[in-house]
T-cell receptor, first 116, second 116 residues
Framework: DAGVIQSPRHEVTEMGQEVTLRCKPISGHNSLFWYRQTMMRGLELLIYFNNNVPIDDSGMPEDRFSAKMPNASFSTLKIQPSEPRDSAVYFC??????????????FGPGTRLTVL | AQSVTQLGSHVSVSEGALVLLRCNYSSSVPPYLFWYVQYPNQGLQLLLKYTTGATLVKGINGFEAEFKKSETSFHLTKPSAHMSDAAEYFCAVSDRDGGSQGNLIFGKGTKLSVKP
């Protein structure tokens, strides 16, 4: 039973480059979440989708960040242009029930992004 | 606004000793409460959650937590630590009235070390 799949697992890029992170949620899950984890700020919610529709993107730090979910089995988080302060581990998570506050979120292994 | 405070960024115990990880929350309404565990280089995994009913919640791997409304606390305990418990633990809160639509607010995490 595959869990949440994220790619790449590690990404090293130079400042100014475009970065695209990918996520495949668990099949049948209706909600998808993107988080960022840093030592300074901990784990922060960036954006989440219900049934492929973005519901809350208030956590997206600035216009350089964008996220899409073109279908139920795929989502991307794009940073353009990237900056060194974007270096972090980015997690994708999915849950079964749309907007259910009690539902368990299942996390992927994360993408460790380093921007030089 | 909701918030979560985890007391102690690092906790060290001996194998076989009691594990106590502290979590206090701030919420205008009784919240839903969660503990997640993160093993090195992995995503977060749900340990347990409190939604309603019994205030003492049992989770996986022998962990349990008790919701104490009067103390606004949800401390995580395990009677006897095992080496495999070494990980980072995150407390999280979600809004009971559904306003956050499934958003989790995470604490900064507590890294647990277990000494042989």
């Amino acid at each position: 039973d595959a869990g949440v799949i994220q790619s790449p697992r590690h990404e090293v890029t130079e400042m100014g480059q475009e970065v695209t992170l990918r996520c495949k949620p668990i099949s049948g899950h209706n909600s998808l979440f993107w988080y960022r984890q840093t030592m300074m700020r901990g784990l922060e919610l960036l954006i989440y989708f219900n049934n492929n529709v973005p519901i809350d993107d208030s956590g997206m730090p600035e216009d350089r960040f964008s996220a899409k979910m073109p279908n139920a089995s795929f989502s991307t988080l794009k940073i353009q242009p990237s900056e060194p302060r974007d270096s972090a581990v980015y997690f994708c998570a999915s849950s079964l029930l749309q907007g259910a506050v009690t539902d368990t979120q299942y996390f992927g292994p994360g993408t460790r992004l380093t921007v030089l | 606004a909701q918030s979560v405070t985890q007391l102690g960024s690092h906790v060290s115990v001996s194998e076989g000793a009691l594990v106590l990880l502290r979590c206090n929350y701030s919420s205008s309404v009784p919240p839903y409460l969660f503990w997640y565990v993160q093993y090195p280089n992995q995503g977060l995994q749900l340990l347990l959650k409190y939604t309603t009913g019994a205030t003492l919640v049992k989770g996986i791997n022998g962990f349990e937590a008790e919701f104490k409304k009067s103390e606004t606390s949800f401390h995580l305990t395990k009677p006897s630590a095992h080496m495999s418990d070494a990980a980072e633990y995150f407390c999280a809160v979600s809004d009971r009235d559904g306003g956050s639509q499934g958003n989790l607010i995470f604490g900064k995490g507590t890294k647990l070390s277990v000494k042989p």
